[in-house]
Nanobody, 124 residues
């Protein structure tokens, strides 16, 4: 699994961004995928998760209704569509993967593979 994240940028409050995470190793179809974020001086926090096959999804309460996680199988790519962005969403966003397991424990320690971060900055 070789994850490469992209799509971050500087936007204004209320704008949208779509983050992409591509597995260039083409081995993630039996994995669970997730997005995490880390703001300066804060712990890395869970944002959203999806099962590669089966479609289970889960969202942090802070992004529910605004963010959508999805997968494009053919491109081995996971997306995070972020709408109605708020200054509190400013962080370095990471995609992560783990071998498929029981659909629980979404702490960062449960994920084995990480992409490089992509910065999202939301101005007020």
């Amino acid at each position: 699994v070789q994850l490469q994240a992209s799509g971050g940028g500087l936007v204004q409050a209320g704008d949208s961004l779509r983050l992409s995470c591509t597995d260039s190793g083409h081995s993630s179809r039996n994995f669970d995928m997730a997005w995490f974020r880390q703001a300066p001086g804060k712990e890395r926090e869970f944002v959203a998760a999806i099962r590669w096959s089966g479609g289970n999804t889960l969202y942090a309460d802070s992004v529910k209704g605004r963010f959508t996680i999805s997968i494009r199988n053919a491109q081995y790519t996971v997306y995070l569509q972020m709408n109605s962005l708020e200054p509190g969403d400013t962080a370095l966003y990471y995609c992560a993967a783990r071998t498929r397991r029981v659909w629980s424990d979404f702490h960062s320690r449960a994920y084995n593979y990480w992409g490089q971060g992509t910065q999202v900055t939301v101005s007020s």
